[in-house]
């Protein structure tokens, strides 16, 4: 069967439409959710060891494609991917855009109707003091930031921002992480990085405890839709 690969419209061109998928336990049954991942993704799957780990990857990646199938009217397991120069997955044609990020107990999953689209969540971690590695991956100024923030846990949301403002960049981009690390949250890039001025960057709505961001290509702005994900 060859899926059909028109998008389904839902709005606006410049809308990205985010779905926020929850964790609900070991008592969600996984076997039809691996039914709709390819057999790469679950080789994936298996090869991972913890428990939770395993659970949290299925669902996201089985979210990906229910959310993808059903607006193109086929079925998860018969999505295809294409894999850009360091990996990031598309779909053929004019086929919707799309990214997916998770951590913690959540996924988010993010579908643009035609530009590319970068999305990154990441969850606050208060008990870790990120101030060495913004001193050697961010810009000066992000990193004197940090160092000066005194309250552990504003200091660990500050750097969830910025890393999620960065991560979704480059993901929008296809590129490698390292190469937005440097790209300041506010303010010209430096001169490598001149490619950052091609994309709009915004906070997305997160979870309690978390951050999370979307990246678009193109410099226009744009809005974002959220649903929460049911697995029921």
């Not at 069967?1 to 609900?24: F, I």
């Not at 504003?154 to 921002?161: H, I, T």
């Amino acid at each position: 069967m060859t899926a059909d690969l028109r998008p389904v419209s839902d709005g606006p061109r410049d809308t990205v439409l985010l779905h926020l998928v929850p964790d609900p336990g070991p008592g969600l049954p996984l076997a039809p959710l691996l039914a709709d991942l390819s057999p790469a993704e679950r080789l994936r799957a298996d090869a991972c060891r913890d428990p939770d780990t395993r659970r949290r990857y299925v669902l996201a990646h089985a979210a990906l494609r229910r959310v993808l199938a059903e607006r193109l009217g086929t079925a998860p397991a018969e999505l295809r991917w294409q894999h850009g120069p360091h990996g990031k997955p598309s779909l053929p044609g004019d086929a919707p855009r799309f990214n997916l990020s998770h951590s913690g107990a959540f996924a988010l999953v993010a579908v643009s109707p035609v530009r590319p689209v970068g999305v990154d969540i990441q969850r606050v971690l208060p008990a870790a003091d990120p101030t060495a590695l913004a001193a050697r991956y961010f810009p000066p100024a992000e990193a004197r930031l940090l160092h000066s923030t005194v309250d552990p846990a504003r200091r660990a949301a500050l750097f969830a921002r910025l890393w999620c403002h960065k991560e979704a960049l480059v993901k929008a981009h296809g590129g490698r992480l390292l190469q937005g690390l440097r790209v300041p949250l506010h303010g010209p890039p430096p001169a490598e990085e001149a490619w950052s001025l091609s994309y709009r960057v915004s906070d997305a709505p997160a979870p309690p405890g978390h951050h999370a961001a979307v990246a678009l290509a193109g410099t226009a702005p744009f809005r974002t839709t959220t649903r929460r994900w049911s697995w029921s």
